[in-house]
């Protein structure tokens, strides 16, 4: 399913940003998630949310970053506050034709990614 991102930019380090990827199909029978990836680094899984908009983060956006979708837009959000220069990373949404966001869930459809840069 096509994926499209949109809400990257620059903020200084405290600061929020609101991330938005827009889904071309029904985004109710997804799993839907959020990743980053920092130069020189591995992609991290940054949350998920499933059918039944169960949410999970890593532990490092726990408190911070909110994950939310909009059933009626077809939408997924990524809401990041009290934002860290380590948070800096190319973050990309992806989606996965399941109800539910297993640990071990192989995401099948992935956007262009949004880069999201944090000073301090």
């Known amino acids: 399913v096509p994926l499209v991102e949109s809400g990257g930019g620059s903020v200084q380090a405290g600061g929020s940003l609101t991330l938005a990827c827009e889904v071309s199909?029904?985004?109710?029978?997804?799993?839907m998630g959020w990743f980053r990836q920092a130069p020189g680094k591995e992609r991290e899984r940054v949350a998920t949310?499933?059918?039944?908009?169960?949410?999970t983060y890593t532990e490092s956006v726990k408190g911070r970053f909110t994950i939310s979708k909009d059933n009626g837009k077809n939408t997924l959000y990524l809401q990041m506050n009290s934002l860290k220069p380590e948070d800096t990373a190319m973050y990309y949404c992806?989606?996965?034709?399941?109800?539910?966001?297993?640990?071990?869930?192989?995401?099948?459809?992935w956007g262009q990614g949004t880069q999201v840069t944090v000073s301090s």
């Open positions: 992806a989606a996965r034709l399941t109800a539910y966001c297993s640990p071990t869930v192989v995401f099948r459809s």
């Open positions: 199909g029904n985004i109710r029978v997804y799993c």
């Open positions: 949310i499933d059918a039944y908009d169960t949410p």
